[in-house]
Nanobody, 117 residues
Framework: QVRLVESGGGLVQPGGSLRLSCAVSGSFSSINGMGWYRQAPGKQREVVADITTTGRTSYVDSVKGRFTISRGNAGNTVYLQMNSLKSEDTAVYFC???????????WGQGTQVTVSS
């Protein structure tokens, strides 16, 4: 059974930084895509960033230049380094796993990120 577990969320002041981590356990295709989504209260879940096993990345425009997605060497961990955080980044962040260029198949339980002074 595939399981994704996120960590690293919390409360940070505007302009601060956080690093989210997601660890994957269980068996899944070695060719895959992992990503981070977020959902703010009253809004739809949106993709923040994703990365394939080849290292190709993409970002939503609102986080370009501030967030960086990366994978661990073993390929079963994904990170999201978030810098210059803004209040509008406040949301529950979810880790995802699926096939490349396809909708996610597996989701983590989510981790809260709150940006506030």
């Amino acid at each position: 059974q595939v399981r994704l577990v996120e960590s690293g969320g919390g409360l940070v002041q505007p302009g601060g930084s956080l690093r989210l981590s997601c660890a994957v356990s269980g068996s899944f295709s070695s060719i895959n895509g992992m990503g981070w989504y977020r959902q703010a209260p009253g809004k739809q879940r949106e993709v923040v960033a994703d990365i394939t096993t080849t290292g190709r990345t993409s970002y939503v425009d609102s986080v370009k230049g501030r967030f960086t997605i990366s994978r661990g060497n073993a390929g079963n961990t994904v990170y999201l380094q978030m810098n210059s955080l803004k209040s509008e980044d406040t949301a529950v962040y979810f880790c995802s796993l699926g096939l490349p260029n396809s909708r996610p198949i597996y989701w983590g339980q989510g981790t809260q990120v709150t940006v506030s002074s």
